[in-house]
């Protein structure tokens, strides 16, 4: 697997965002989120966000700004990279939640504005998808009802109003599976 290959997480969009720091935190060396991890179950519905090591020793401030985080737990050194471990925020423990279930629509009020200030609202002069994930009966968010419309249902129908336009999070994909850290091909 090389660095090239790995997909963002929906732990990602929208678990990340709780950890409260910018975007740009995560700009350089950044690769991925995860809520779980394979061999330390001690830290089930946990955050877990793995950079590469080398990156993250040249920032050496934001390092020592995730390590006195109010949530962080411990990092960990895997092969090239560091897995830097929080629990999850008291006041995001509904909101984490209603993650797990998919409820993305259902997320607070103050948690859908976190999300909007970490993540770009627009893309190229259209609604990013994240943000239609959280408002999926809005007009702007339209586009991507329609995408998904497309895929699952039959000629001519609709999804009921209030549906989700994004799928339940795999656990299995939700996980980080050590192993693979230590096969990435530089």
């Not at 965002?17 to 330390?40: A, Q, R, V, W």
């Not at 008291?90 to 909007?116: M, W």
């Not at 959280?134 to 129908?157: A, N, Q, T, V, W």
Request: net charge negative.
């Amino acid at each position: 697997m090389s660095k090239k290959d790995i997909e963002y997480t929906k732990s990602t969009y929208f678990v990340l965002p709780m950890l409260g720091y910018p975007l740009s935190n995560f700009d350089t060396g950044y690769i991925n989120c995860y809520i779980k991890c394979d061999l330390i179950s001690d830290y089930d519905n946990h955050i877990f966000v793995v950079f590469e090591r080398d990156s993250l020793d040249q920032k050496v401030r934001l390092f020592e700004e995730f390590q006195d985080h109010n949530n962080f737990i411990q990092v960990d050194e895997v092969g090239i990279y560091y897995v830097l471990i929080f629990s999850i925020p008291n006041e995001h423990q509904d909101d984490y939640y209603r993650f797990i279930a998919g409820k993305y629509s259902k997320f607070t009020r103050d948690y859908k504005t976190i999300i909007k200030s970490f993540w770009p609202n627009y893309v190229k002069g259209k609604r990013s998808r994240t943000i239609s994930i959280l408002y999926p009966d809005d007009e702007k968010s339209l586009p991507h009802r329609r995408d998904l419309e497309k895929k699952i249902c039959s000629e001519g129908e609709k999804l009921p109003k209030g549906s989700e336009i994004n799928a339940v999070p795999e656990i299995e994909v939700e996980t980080l599976r050590l192993e693979s850290l230590y096969n990435v091909v530089e």
